[in-house]
């Protein structure tokens, strides 16, 4: 398969994937990219691409994470006052349900979240085994675990 089929194939779950993860649309697409722009330098079989690609596009979220974090720090440190926040205009144009959705996102741990956005794109359990680094036969026990977690927190979010 080439690189174009492997594109083809893996772009749009990849940036729904990032989408939710980062709720911004332009940083995903940025991610994905970048995923790809990797997966040519590396030397992945054509079976593993697609938890490949997840893994460093999540790996690609925590260092730009970390990167926005402490230009933020700086800038408030150079500038002498916090950061602007968000407006209520702002938070306002967001729908119920996304805000609800997030939330309950936010309230599960790190590994939960990238389990449950995985199934959501109809990764195998080998396959999210594979990209957040557990045991296959544990995957269907955690996704349990993490779903109910996140129907706890989406309905207190009520």
Same mark, same amino acid.
Do not use: C
């Given at each position: ?70 230009? @933020?720090?700086?800038? =408030?440190? !150079? /500038?002498?006052? +916090? ?8 938070? *306002?144009? $967001?729908?119920? @349900?996304?805000?609800? =959705?997030? !939330? /309950?996102?936010? +309230? ?8 449950? *956005?995985? $199934? ?8 999210? /085994? ?11 026990? *955690? ?16």
């Amino acid at each position: 398969m080439s690189f174009h089929e492997i594109y083809e194939r893996h772009h749009a779950a990849l940036f729904r994937y990032l989408h939710r993860y980062t709720g911004d649309a332009d940083l995903a697409e940025d991610l994905v990219h970048e995923a790809f722009v990797r997966l040519l330098d590396a030397d992945v079989p054509e079976s593993e691409a697609r938890p490949w690609l997840f893994k460093v596009a999540t790996n690609l979220v925590r260092d730009d994470a970390r990167r926005a974090s402490r230009h @933020a720090r700086l800038a =408030v440190e !150079a /500038a002498g006052f +916090a950061a602007p926040r968000e407006t209520p205009e702002e938070r *306002l144009q $967001r729908a119920a @349900a996304v805000n609800r =959705v997030r !939330a /309950a996102l936010d +309230a599960l741990d790190d590994r939960e979240r990238r389990m449950l *956005l995985m $199934r959501e794109e109809g990764f195998a359990y080998r396959e999210i /085994a594979q990209a957040v680094d557990v045991a296959a036969g544990s995957v269907g026990t *955690l996704l349990a675990r993490a779903l109910q977690k996140f129907r706890r927190a989406y309905e207190e979010g009520a």
